[in-house]
């Protein structure tokens, strides 16, 4: 089975401060780290190559210090990585990368199945999934957490996507592209074997000329959104500290609740 | 789009290097270099330089004859999720918001309704305030499923070219939407909390967070239409029920190819949760590691009973197999907004903090006065949550009288 | 301090520190609470290949030595001391393996062990033969093709749990000390059972069993070394694995310093941090200074050992010595700056202590490590 899995380097939002004086993000000293989500879909993709054979491929578009995450990717079991970088693909929206996402895969060779997270926690937009299967014109299921199973053979999988109320049973043909949320596994950690193995890899670049994409689809030319302003919100107001016992700040609370909202 | 830093005027202050977001400032030989691989665009450097050294250049000569097109495109669309036949409540708060922006336009507001045996809720979303409705009936599209409904409505688009279409941020909406943004080149914007129009350009203005809600970004989408926006459950306030309300049915139907899936949905399990959808909650009452064990949840869902709410839990509480994912609040969990979020034994980590600060009123017991959560409470309290959490049910059972 | 690790060495330092952090800290408690054995732990150990840090490559290892193996204790001991040893008493049980097995004895065995499918412990303390381990009364009587085992193993550490062991006993009462030859003998092997675990101050994540031999026949092939060198082997072992046993009271003193720092910044007394009062700040700054001293003495021993040194007695003895006793200073600080938090269960802190005191003990008491390094000092000048 032939696994592509797109994954994105993002800021470790855990680490990103709010400078109080400035109030603006400090973004010095930011350690960048995989999507957590994408983290799912690299363990799930190495999890089915273990089980089925095959290989796990990663794909990442950024600028060229994602290859660490490339990197981190093939520690983990990861068999080949791709960085798509490139100046012109720079400003690209969710449209424009999930095009150049698109034009990677197909470069990128026979597959079965991509699988992607479900959103990146720097953009949140949950676009770039469902983006890449529209451009690839192959069947998706969004929000997968678990894979029940694989027939490698007939060449389909039934898997249960998370819905607010519970989750769905969907079949669907290979290949396809799913994008997964938390429940589906636990990551591995990386082996030492593959964090040496990930030294040595070749990580395989490919810009803009490399996918044959058109000029016209990618970065801001591709791009039909554009960030118009950027803004720090309002400050939630400095909170009111409530003192005394807890039958005091209990019935304080109440009070202050019941006038509000309740 | 583009932007250039014009040399003559650049004193070298280093200004813009503060003000951008991005990074992608720097001073070299005492003039401002933009590295336009971390340039977004925004502006941000514009506003903060004193000398008028760096211009943004909006619409280019060719962008703005492809801009000619936009003219025929008109009116608000809001897709109309259902489930089981009944049009989500995310639908009508779509509408309520899509109200104020046809008004502003001068153009109609109409609604988009897919599934089988649906007239009645059509008549509903009338009722909300829609001029026209746009249904397509059929058994193929009783359950959601990626390929027909996206087919259907890209057929919808191309037919009846809307200038705006918005949808709810949902696990059907996020999927849905983004197959049509692509297939019609439409620029598209997720999980907006502001929805506004630039009556100048007829533009839509999409204000959303980003990096977590530590900074907002406003989005337009100069020259492709329609402008698609998601927007979460529970963002804007539903459109009143007006039942003398009167607006069109507009049915259409398609060929088989049409409704036509890869993908087959074999079974919808509900499960059965103790208490409501976490991101339907007017009131969430959640706890984390301060809890100390599993058992504890008792005083959280006790208290969450008695107002009413759903049961969060923090990440560590999840980890730790106290409560089950669904409940997970944060992060890698859900986004919530209710109206009241009591945070019990909750540090406050930021991937925690970006899960629930948009909450109306905050509320925080924690034994410890310098954890974060204190940070963006309403309302604090500092002391030993198996105290004070018992007391407060007792207390709101007293008031409620439940 | 910058140490000049190799690019290997940093990928192991920082695995392990990564496990430390994301997987053994946060049920560091848990496990210290309910005192069983963390197989999930030694799972993501071995699924990361930590297993095979000090192994030979033909062997299914990745081909470091000691050095490797006291960067991955030191790193997982930060985190907790007990889990750790899941891993640093394998070492001890596969060294004498390593260093006197034949080659088929090393196919058999050391693949598996490299892999984390099976652990090892190292059997030599007796009731009557603690210190005094040339008093082995455990017996080894040669019949046939077999040896036959009788007596009883006290305090093994990972017993009950490992798969392979390495017993030292007498096949010859008589000659004491030189009477010893040691053994592999395999979990499940009849006549071989386990006695209670028991319950301990610290290293509570950590089993430690009696081994009951009762007419235990086992082939003679499972002879390590040659009758009569079975204290030879003993010794050989301690000598490799000390830097080991410094490696996790290393780690434990680090582990205990990083709470605290986080701690005296956080706690405020008289308006104001407790870590901007100058005598808090000197006892950090003392307690960084032990530390760094016994990281220092120990990666010179290990590399010193790795570099295939003979005389190695008295240098592993010094630095287990000195490493356990700072280790001991150092947390009892530590909970010292935590003042009566310090002394709760409900803070993580205390039990860096009662962790810290078992390296004092095992391993040869710091008695017994004082003697070698005395006994080896007036040797050599006599020489």
Same mark, same amino acid.
């Given at each position: 089975?032939?696994?592509?899995?797109?994954?994105?380097?993002?800021?470790?939002?855990?680490?990103?401060?709010?400078?109080?004086?400035?109030?603006?993000?400090?973004?010095?000293?930011?350690?960048?780290?995989?999507?957590?989500?994408?983290?799912?879909?690299?363990?799930?993709?190495?999890?089915?190559?273990?089980?089925?054979?095959?290989?796990?491929?990663?794909?990442?578009?950024?600028?060229?210090?994602?290859?660490?995450?490339?990197?981190?990717?093939?520690?983990?079991?990861?068999?080949?990585?791709?960085?798509?970088?490139?100046?012109?693909?720079?400003?690209?929206?969710?449209?424009?990368?999930?095009?150049?996402?698109?034009?990677?895969?197909?470069?990128?060779?026979?597959?079965?199945?991509?699988?992607?997270?479900?959103?990146?926690?720097?953009?949140?937009?949950?676009?770039?999934?469902?983006?890449?299967?529209?451009?690839?014109?192959?069947?998706?299921?969004?929000?997968?957490?678990?894979?029940?199973?694989?027939?490698?053979?007939?060449?389909?999988?039934?898997?249960?996507?998370?819905?607010?109320?519970?989750?769905?049973?969907?079949?669907?043909?290979?290949?396809?592209?799913?994008?997964?949320?938390?429940?589906?596994?636990?990551?591995?950690?990386?082996?030492?074997?593959?964090?040496?193995?990930?030294?040595?890899?070749?990580?395989?670049?490919?810009?803009?000329?490399?996918?044959?994409?058109?000029?016209?689809?990618?970065?801001?030319?591709?791009?039909?959104?554009?960030?118009?302003?950027?803004?720090?919100?309002?400050?939630?107001?400095?909170?009111?500290?409530?003192?005394?016992?807890?039958?005091?700040?209990?019935?304080?609370?109440?009070?202050?609740?019941?006038?509000?909202?309740? | 789009?583009?932007?250039?830093?014009?040399?003559?005027?650049?004193?070298?202050?280093?200004?813009?290097?503060?003000?951008?977001?991005?990074?992608?400032?720097?001073?070299?030989?005492?003039?401002?270099?933009?590295?336009?691989?971390?340039?977004?665009?925004?502006?941000?450097?514009?506003?903060?330089?004193?000398?008028?050294?760096?211009?943004?250049?909006?619409?280019?000569?060719?962008?703005?004859?492809?801009?000619?097109?936009?003219?025929?495109?008109?009116?608000?669309?809001?897709?109309?999720?259902?489930?089981?036949?009944?049009?989500?409540?995310?639908?009508?708060?779509?509408?309520?918001?899509?109200?104020?922006?046809?008004?502003?336009?001068?153009?109609?507001?109409?609604?988009?309704?897919?599934?089988?045996?649906?007239?009645?809720?059509?008549?509903?979303?009338?009722?909300?305030?829609?001029?026209?409705?746009?249904?397509?009936?059929?058994?193929?599209?009783?359950?959601?499923?990626?390929?027909?409904?996206?087919?259907?409505?890209?057929?919808?688009?191309?037919?009846?070219?809307?200038?705006?279409?918005?949808?709810?941020?949902?696990?059907?909406?996020?999927?849905?939407?983004?197959?049509?943004?692509?297939?019609?080149?439409?620029?598209?914007?997720?999980?907006?909390?502001?929805?506004?129009?630039?009556?100048?350009?007829?533009?839509?203005?999409?204000?959303?967070?980003?990096?977590?809600?530590?900074?907002?970004?406003?989005?337009?989408?100069?020259?492709?239409?329609?402008?698609?926006?998601?927007?979460?459950?529970?963002?804007?306030?539903?459109?009143?029920?007006?039942?003398?309300?009167?607006?069109?049915?507009?049915?259409?139907? *398609?060929?088989?190819? =049409? !409704?036509?899936?890869?993908? +087959? #949905?074999?079974?919808? @399990?509900? $499960?059965?949760?103790?208490?409501?959808?976490?991101?339907?909650?007017?009131?969430?009452?959640?706890?984390?590691?301060?809890?100390?064990?599993?058992?504890?949840?008792?005083?959280?869902?006790?208290?969450?009973?008695?107002?009413?709410?759903?049961?969060?839990?923090?990440?560590?509480?999840?980890?730790?197999?106290?409560?089950?994912?669904?409940?997970?609040?944060?992060?890698?969990?859900?986004?919530?907004?209710?109206?009241?979020?009591?945070?019990?034994?909750?540090?406050?980590?930021?991937?925690?903090?970006?899960?629930?600060?948009?909450?109306?009123?905050?509320?925080?017991?924690?034994?410890?006065?310098?954890?974060?959560? *204190?940070?963006?409470? =309403? !309302?604090?309290?500092?002391? +030993? #949550?198996?105290?004070? @959490?018992? $007391?407060?049910?007792?207390?709101?059972?007293?008031?409620?009288?439940? | 301090?910058?140490?000049?690790?190799?690019?290997?060495?940093?990928?192991?330092?920082?695995?392990?520190?990564?496990?430390?952090?994301?997987?053994?800290?946060?049920?560091?408690?848990?496990?210290?609470?309910?005192?069983?054995?963390?197989?999930?732990?030694?799972?993501?150990?071995?699924?990361?290949?930590?297993?095979?840090?000090?192994?030979?490559?033909?062997?299914?290892?990745?081909?470091?030595?000691?050095?490797?193996?006291?960067?991955?204790?030191?790193?997982?001991?930060?985190?907790?001391?007990?889990?750790?040893?899941?891993?640093?008493?394998?070492?001890?049980?596969?060294?004498?393996?390593?260093?006197?097995?034949?080659?088929?004895?090393?196919?058999?065995?050391?693949?598996?062990?490299?892999?984390?499918?099976?652990?090892?412990?190292?059997?030599?303390?007796?009731?009557?033969?603690?210190?005094?381990?040339?008093?082995?009364?455990?017996?080894?009587?040669?019949?046939?093709?077999?040896?036959?085992?009788?007596?009883?193993?006290?305090?093994?550490?990972?017993?009950?749990?490992?798969?392979?062991?390495?017993?030292?006993?007498?096949?010859?009462?008589?000659?004491?000390?030189?009477?010893?030859?040691?053994?592999?003998?395999?979990?499940?092997?009849?006549?071989?059972?386990?006695?209670?675990?028991?319950?301990?101050?610290?290293?509570?994540?950590?089993?430690?069993?009696?081994?009951?031999?009762?007419?235990?026949?086992?082939?003679?092939?499972?002879?390590?070394?040659?009758?009569?060198?079975?204290?030879?082997?003993?010794?050989?072992?301690?000598?490799?694995?000390?830097?080991?046993?410094?490696?996790?009271?290393?780690?434990?003193?680090?582990?205990?310093?990083?709470?605290?720092?986080?701690?005296?910044?956080?706690?405020?007394?008289?308006?104001?941090?407790?870590?901007?009062?100058?005598?808090?700040?000197?006892?950090?700054?003392?307690?960084?200074?032990?530390?760094?001293?016994?990281?220092?003495?120990?990666?010179?021993?290990?590399?010193?050992?790795?570099?295939?040194?003979?005389?190695?007695?008295?240098?592993?003895?010094?630095?287990?010595?000195?490493?356990?006793?700072?280790?001991?200073?150092?947390?009892?600080?530590?909970?010292?700056?935590?003042?009566?938090?310090?002394?709760?269960?409900?803070?993580?802190?205390?039990?860096?202590?009662?962790?810290?005191?078992?390296?004092?003990?095992?391993?040869?008491?710091?008695?017994?490590?004082?003697?070698?390094?005395?006994?080896?000092?007036?040797?050599?000048?006599?020489?």
């Amino acid at each position: 089975m032939n696994i592509i899995v797109c994954i994105k380097q993002v800021p470790d939002t855990t680490e990103v401060r709010i400078d109080p004086e400035t109030n603006t993000l400090i973004r010095s000293g930011v350690e960048c780290i995989i999507n957590p989500f994408d983290m799912y879909a690299i363990e799930e993709g190495i999890r089915l190559k273990e089980k089925f054979g095959g290989k796990v491929s990663v794909v990442t578009m950024g600028p060229p210090q994602a290859e660490d995450a490339l990197r981190e990717a093939i520690s983990l079991g990861a068999d080949e990585a791709v960085l798509i970088s490139d100046r012109a693909f720079a400003g690209s929206d969710t449209w424009a990368t999930s095009y150049t996402l698109s034009k990677a895969v197909q470069k990128a060779g026979d597959y079965d199945l991509v699988i992607c997270g479900k959103q990146a926690i720097d953009g949140d937009t949950a676009q770039v999934g469902p983006g890449i299967s529209a451009h690839l014109d192959i069947p998706q299921v969004t929000y997968v957490k678990k894979i029940e199973e694989v027939d490698a053979e007939k060449r389909h999988m039934r898997v249960e996507r998370m819905t607010e109320e519970g989750y769905e049973i969907i079949e669907s043909p290979l290949p396809c592209l799913i994008t997964v949320v938390k429940e589906i596994n636990e990551p591995r950690l990386p082996s030492l074997k593959g964090k040496m193995r990930a030294k040595k890899a070749e990580i395989k670049k490919w810009g803009a000329k490399d996918l044959n994409v058109d000029p016209d689809l990618i970065g801001l030319n591709g791009s039909p959104t554009k960030v118009l302003k950027i803004f720090t919100p309002q400050p939630r107001g400095k909170g009111q500290i409530l003192e005394g016992d807890a039958k005091e700040v209990s019935e304080k609370l109440v009070e202050l609740l019941r006038s509000e909202v309740l | 789009m583009s932007i250039r830093v014009i040399n003559e005027k650049c004193t070298g202050c280093k200004l813009c290097i503060k003000a951008c977001p991005f990074a992608a400032i720097d001073v070299v030989k005492k003039k401002a270099v933009i590295a336009m691989d971390k340039c977004n665009l925004c502006g941000a450097c514009i506003e903060s330089c004193k000398f008028d050294a760096i211009v943004l250049t909006k619409i280019s000569p060719s962008e703005i004859d492809f801009a000619k097109k936009i003219e025929q495109h008109k009116g608000v669309w809001v897709f109309c999720e259902q489930k089981n036949g009944v049009v989500q409540s995310v639908g009508y708060e779509l509408l309520g918001k899509g109200r104020e922006l046809a008004d502003t336009l001068g153009v109609d507001l109409c609604g988009v309704l897919l599934g089988e045996n649906i007239k009645a809720e059509a008549q509903k979303v009338i009722h909300r305030g829609a001029n026209k409705v746009y249904i397509v009936d059929s058994p193929k599209l009783k359950h959601y499923q990626s390929e027909p409904y996206s087919k259907v409505l890209i057929k919808l688009i191309k037919e009846h070219k809307p200038e705006i279409v918005l949808c709810g941020a949902t696990s059907i909406g996020r999927s849905l939407i983004s197959r049509v943004a692509i297939s019609i080149h439409a620029g598209l914007t997720a999980d907006c909390t502001g929805l506004d129009i630039d009556k100048k350009e007829r533009l839509l203005l999409q204000t959303r967070p980003a990096f977590g809600g530590n900074i907002m970004a406003t989005i337009i989408c100069p020259n492709h239409r329609p402008q698609m926006a998601t927007v979460r459950h529970k963002v804007m306030k539903e459109a009143e029920v007006n039942n003398h309300h009167r607006g069109k049915i507009i049915e259409s139907s *398609f060929d088989d190819d =049409t !409704y036509s899936s890869r993908t +087959n #949905l074999l079974d919808v @399990v509900e $499960e059965i949760e103790e208490t409501v959808n976490l991101t339907e909650a007017d009131i969430i009452v959640s706890g984390g590691r301060g809890l100390q064990n599993p058992e504890n949840f008792q005083l959280i869902e006790e208290l969450a009973k008695v107002l009413g709410g759903a049961v969060g839990a923090s990440r560590a509480a999840v980890d730790a197999g106290w409560k089950t994912y669904s409940h997970q609040v944060g992060q890698t969990g859900k986004t919530v907004c209710p109206k009241i979020y009591i945070a019990c034994g909750i540090s406050g980590q930021i991937q925690h903090l970006v899960g629930m600060q948009s909450s109306d009123v905050i509320v925080a017991i924690n034994k410890d006065q310098h954890a974060p959560i *204190f940070n963006v409470a =309403t !309302y604090g309290i500092v002391g +030993n #949550l198996f105290e004070i @959490v018992p $007391e407060l049910t007792k207390r709101f059972r007293e008031v409620l009288k439940k | 301090m910058d140490y000049l690790l190799t690019e290997e060495q940093i990928m192991i330092r920082d695995l392990a520190r990564q496990i430390a952090k994301e997987k053994i800290k946060p049920v560091a408690a848990q496990y210290d609470v309910e005192g069983t054995f963390p197989w999930d732990m030694v799972k993501v150990m071995a699924d990361s290949d930590l297993f095979g840090i000090y192994v030979e490559e033909k062997y299914g290892g990745t081909g470091g030595g000691s050095m490797e193996l006291v960067l991955a204790v030191e790193e997982l001991s930060k985190a907790c001391g007990g889990i750790s040893l899941a891993l640093a008493a394998t070492a001890l049980g596969t060294y004498p393996i390593m260093l006197f097995g034949t080659d088929e004895q090393k196919q058999k065995y050391l693949p598996d062990l490299a892999k984390g499918k099976k652990l090892a412990a190292f059997a030599l303390t007796e009731a009557g033969a603690g210190s005094d381990a040339a008093a082995v009364a455990t017996t080894a009587e040669k019949k046939g093709d077999h040896y036959v085992l009788n007596g009883t193993k006290q305090w093994i550490t990972n017993g009950g749990e490992a798969e392979v062991y390495t017993v030292v006993a007498s096949v010859d009462r008589k000659k004491g000390a030189r009477g010893a030859a040691c053994f592999i003998v395999e979990k499940g092997t009849p006549g071989f059972e386990f006695g209670k675990k028991e319950d301990k101050m610290g290293i509570r994540a950590s089993a430690t069993r009696e081994l009951v031999f009762t007419d235990c026949k086992i082939p003679k092939e499972n002879l390590l070394g040659k009758e009569g060198g079975g204290f030879i082997v003993a010794m050989k072992t301690f000598d490799q694995s000390r830097p080991g046993v410094a490696a996790q009271a290393l780690g434990i003193a680090q582990g205990a310093l990083d709470l605290t720092l986080d701690y005296v910044k956080e706690r405020k007394q008289f308006g104001k941090a407790i870590a901007s009062f100058q005598g808090v700040q000197f006892m950090l700054a003392d307690i960084a200074t032990e530390i760094e001293a016994a990281r220092a003495l120990i990666y010179a021993t290990a590399r010193m050992v790795d570099s295939g040194a003979k005389k190695i007695a008295k240098d592993s003895a010094i630095a287990k010595l000195f490493a356990s006793d700072m280790a001991m200073k150092v947390t009892t600080d530590c909970v010292q700056l935590f003042g009566g938090y310090g002394y709760m269960r409900d803070y993580p802190i205390e039990k860096y202590m009662r962790d810290a005191k078992i390296t004092q003990i095992y391993e040869g008491t710091n008695q017994i490590q004082r003697a070698i390094i005395a006994s080896n000092l007036l040797k050599d000048r006599v020489s």
